[in-house]
């Protein structure tokens, strides 16, 4: 693979990260808990509303720039955009804002994500649709109704080709779990789990159990980039976006990759390339990771898409005791994740990895001075390598 210096590498930093509480329901519109966050993260950065000019959000997100920008009291803005693909545009949105840093558009970008899931009725697959994609046509009636039912599909197979077993997606869920436990903001803070709590746990879509989703939760969280120069000016210390990446592989088809000669290599592998072409480091360099947990399998595919095990290994990597804070060669999601933190689209993965950098987290990794961050595996995805100043 060849690297090269990138004009995006360490040009911009995160200075600043905020979020409000997380809930099953929090009694506050998506716009409210948007700019909670994003003054929260403000005020961590030592900057003023005012002198905000750039926006980088999600295509999903119901708060819009106009709203936002409003209701901050932001300055004039010069740069605005979304990502889209849901849980794969969490690290971009990181991304575009460093690069338009990078390229002068803007000098202090806010990027956010709120979301209300938490009711059961705000999920989209609670109302009956008007209609479906032509994909939808075919799937739906078979079945495939919930992204769930598709990553069920894509473990069976990883578990048919390499003999992957559910203990190796306890192993997962119980050490994220052990993380969340350690974290008073997270929702299962108070609430451990063994292996025989897992193995009880009800199906949901098999072989995949309750406790191998994510939470549905109602919260919202905001980070803060400034140029590297001006951020050894703000409080505290910077976490500078090393390096960034986004990945569609040929022939994507939703979760499931059907057209895909191999099933099992998404859109992380893709994005992988170019994340670590554009780095300085490696995988084996990484002190820390926050790896989207929509669903425990994505862990599995995105250890041997961002290159930390070969091909089939990955659930030997995690029977080892690999994810572990205190004791694994790559402590994975150290808040809790969306698994046992919250789900937000990823975006308290983001917020982590800057704590890790700062050397605040509960669960914080000794001597870590990097921390690799990615997005939803399964669809058009994301990454960012975040690294101390």
Same mark, same amino acid.
């Given at each position: 693979?060849t690297?090269?210096?990138?004009?995006l590498?360490?040009?911009?930093?995160?200075?600043?990260?905020?979020?409000?509480?997380?809930?099953?329901?929090?009694?506050r519109?998506?716009?409210?808990?948007?700019a909670?966050?994003?003054?929260?993260?403000?005020?961590?950065?030592?900057?003023?509303?005012?002198?905000?000019?750039?926006?980088?959000s999600?295509?999903?997100?119901?708060?819009?720039?106009?709203?936002?920008?409003?209701?901050?009291?932001?300055?004039?803005?010069?740069y605005?955009?979304?990502?889209?693909y849901?849980?794969?545009?969490?690290?971009?949105?990181?991304?575009?804002?460093?690069?338009?840093?990078?390229?002068?558009?803007?000098?202090?970008?806010?990027?956010?994500?709120?979301?209300?899931?938490?009711?059961?009725?705000?999920?989209p697959?609670?109302?009956?649709?008007?209609?479906?994609?032509?994909?939808?046509?075919?799937?739906?009636?078979?079945?495939?109704? $919930?992204?769930?039912?598709?990553?069920a599909?894509?473990?069976?197979?990883?578990?048919?080709?390499?003999g992957?077993? $559910?203990? *190796?997606?306890?192993?997962?869920?119980?050490?994220?779990?052990?993380?969340?436990?350690?974290?008073?903001?997270?929702?299962?803070h108070?609430?451990?789990?063994?292996?025989?709590?897992?193995?009880?746990?009800?199906?949901?879509?098999?072989?995949?159990?309750?406790?191998?989703?994510?939470?549905?939760?109602?919260?919202?969280?905001?980070?803060?980039?400034?140029?590297?120069? $001006?951020?050894?000016?703000?409080? *505290?210390p910077?976490?500078?976006? *090393?390096?960034?990446?986004?990945?569609?592989?040929?022939? *994507?088809?939703?979760?499931v990759?059907?057209?895909?000669?191999?099933?099992?290599?998404?859109?992380?592998?893709?994005c992988?390339?170019?994340?670590?072409?554009?780095?300085?480091?490696?995988?084996?360099?990484?002190?820390?990771?926050?790896?989207?947990?929509?669903?425990?399998?994505?862990?599995?595919?995105?250890?041997?898409?961002?290159?930390?095990?070969?091909?089939?290994?990955?659930g030997?990597?995690v029977?080892?005791?690999?994810?572990?804070?205190?004791?694994?060669?790559?402590?994975?999601?150290?808040?809790?994740?969306?698994?046992?933190?919250?789900?937000?689209?990823?975006?308290?993965?983001?917020?982590?990895?800057?704590?890790?950098?700062?050397?605040?987290?509960?669960?914080?990794?000794?001597?870590?001075?990097?921390?690799?961050?990615?997005?939803?595996?399964?669809?058009?995805?994301?990454?960012?390598?975040? $690294?101390?100043?």
């Amino acid at each position: 693979m060849t690297r090269r210096r990138s004009p995006l590498q360490d040009a911009a930093a995160i200075v600043g990260i905020g979020q409000t509480e997380f809930a099953k329901q929090i009694n506050r519109s998506e716009s409210q808990l948007a700019a909670e966050a994003v003054v929260a993260a403000l005020a961590d950065a030592g900057l003023t509303p005012g002198e905000v000019d750039g926006l980088s959000s999600y295509t999903l997100e119901t708060t819009d720039e106009v709203t936002l920008a409003k209701a901050i009291g932001a300055g004039d803005i010069t740069y605005f955009s979304q990502v889209g693909y849901g849980g794969g545009a969490g690290c971009a949105t990181v991304g575009h804002a460093a690069m338009a840093i990078a390229t002068g558009q803007a000098e202090v970008v806010v990027a956010w994500r709120s979301r209300k899931r938490g009711a059961a009725g705000s999920r989209p697959w609670a109302a009956a649709p008007t209609g479906l994609p032509m994909q939808g046509q075919w799937t739906r009636p078979s079945g495939l109704l $919930r992204p769930v039912d598709e990553v069920a599909m894509l473990a069976r197979r990883y578990m048919y080709e390499y003999g992957a077993t $559910r203990a *190796h997606l306890a192993e997962v869920a119980m050490a994220i779990r052990a993380h969340a436990n350690r974290n008073p903001a997270a929702l299962m803070h108070d609430r451990t789990m063994s292996l025989d709590d897992y193995m009880a746990s009800r199906f949901i879509s098999e072989p995949l159990c309750l406790f191998d989703n994510c939470l549905e939760t109602d919260g919202a969280l905001a980070v803060v980039l400034v140029p590297a120069a $001006r951020a050894k000016d703000c409080p *505290h210390p910077p976490a500078l976006v *090393h390096a960034f990446g986004q990945g569609l592989n040929r022939q *994507h088809e939703t979760m499931v990759n059907y057209y895909s000669d191999d099933p099992l290599m998404g859109p992380a592998w893709a994005c992988a390339q170019k994340l670590w072409s554009q780095s300085e480091l490696g995988p084996q360099d990484v002190d820390v990771a926050q790896i989207y947990d929509a669903f425990t399998p994505l862990i599995l595919l995105s250890l041997e898409g961002y290159g930390f095990c070969r091909r089939g290994e990955a659930g030997d990597f995690v029977a080892e005791g690999n994810l572990r804070w205190g004791s694994g060669s790559l402590p994975t999601n150290t808040s809790g994740g969306g698994l046992s933190e919250a789900y937000v689209h990823g975006f308290n993965l983001i917020t982590e990895g800057v704590r890790q950098v700062r050397g605040t987290s509960t669960c914080q990794v000794e001597g870590a001075t990097n921390c690799l961050v990615t997005s939803g595996e399964g669809v058009p995805t994301s990454a960012i390598l975040l $690294r101390a100043g």
